[in-house]
């Protein structure tokens, strides 16, 4: 597998984990979810983030799911999430990861930091954990509570020669990309990919301001390569017809604490994963929620006949 480098760009889908009703790691479905974004057109697969529920597997199931999808994922880049609390435990995964294929790694930071200080101090040292594997900075103070400005990520990276690609999901973000691109063409900031999460939620103005390309968990991630696509070509008015389309649906999948929920749901009724379970502590979905969902689907799928799904699942165990 290549490793990653500044050049990357497309779309790199964040990755469920897959869980069977009783919270055992569904490894079949992890090889199916994986073949399913392949078929799709991902460049890669970024597993282990925030939403691969990372936080409630231990090492030997977080090394073992990493892997699974490694093994599994034949031309796209793997990005393997190895956050930790300690440095002992990103090291040993990260190493796991690229030992088995991975292309890069993905390091957010814990939620104490606050000063500029202690964040570029904190990725100093954890560069120095994982050596030179080429990593992801991940940027996301409306989960992590940790607020980069545009210097603080240009230190980082510049700090930094492995670091190649920001995972840029703050909000509002626009901005910022803009910066970090100014700062490139004034030569203060070495070459870096940018791709942009939050559900999607703002990807066809992200991509006008410099962004590369998404990297997120849309449960459609036909939707997030035909923006990025279409915005590289210029179609501007296409790529904001086809995006307001499935923006309702991306608007709902956005909720705090529901999100993962609606997205397993999806990603069941479209055969991708057997089971929308999430390990606990997690929510469900409602059966009123199936409905309002199924009910978005339909509406999509008046523009884009992808969402046109069945209203039960079918999705083979």
């Known amino acids: 597998m290549t490793k990653l480098t500044a050049n990357a760009a497309g779309t790199f889908a964040i990755a469920p984990t897959p869980f069977h009703d009783d919270g055992r790691i569904d490894e079949k479905s992890i090889d199916r979810l994986t073949d399913f974004y392949a078929e799709v057109g991902c460049d890669g697969v970024t597993v282990l983030g925030i939403l691969g529920e990372a936080p409630k ?10 892997i699974r999808f490694v093994k599994r994922a034949k031309d796209m880049q793997i990005i393997v999430g190895v956050s930790a609390p300690g440095f002992a435990s990103m090291r040993s995964l990260a190493k796991a990861s690229m030992d088995a294929g991975a292309a890069g790694v993905m390091i957010a930071p814990p939620p104490h930091l606050r ?11 954890a560069q120095e954990a994982i050596g030179d594997i080429p990593w992801v900075l991940q940027d996301y103070p409306l989960t992590l509570a940790v607020v980069f400005t545009p210097q603080v990520i240009r230190k980082i990276v510049m700090d930094s020669p492995s670091c190649v690609m920001l995972k840029h999901e703050d909000w509002p973000g626009l901005e910022k990309i803009s910066a970090l ?5 004034d030569g203060s900031l070495r070459p870096l990919s940018i791709l942009t999460g939050n559900g999607g939620l703002f990807l066809d103005f992200e991509m006008e301001r410099g962004a590369d390309g998404a990297m997120t968990g849309y449960a459609f991630p036909e939707l997030l390569i035909d923006v990025v696509s279409l915005s590289k070509q210029g179609k501007r008015d296409a790529a904001h017809d086809l995006f307001d389309a499935h923006l309702p649906l991306i608007r709902y999948e956005q909720q705090p604490g529901a999100g993962l929920a609606v997205r397993k749901y999806v990603l069941q009724k479209r055969g ?9 502590p997690g929510a469900g979905i409602t059966a009123m929620a199936k409905a309002e969902v199924d009910y978005l689907l339909s509406r999509v799928a008046r523009v884009d006949r992808r969402a046109n799904l069945q209203p039960q699942s079918s999705a083979a165990g």
């Open 272 to 280: 991708a994963i057997a089971s929308s379970a999430q390990r606990k």
């Open 181 to 185: 691109r100014a700062f490139q063409k």
């Open 115 to 125: 000063t500029d200080d202690q964040i570029t101090g904190y990725f100093k040292q």
């Open 57 to 66: 597997l231990d090492a030997a199931e977080a090394e073992q799911v990493a």
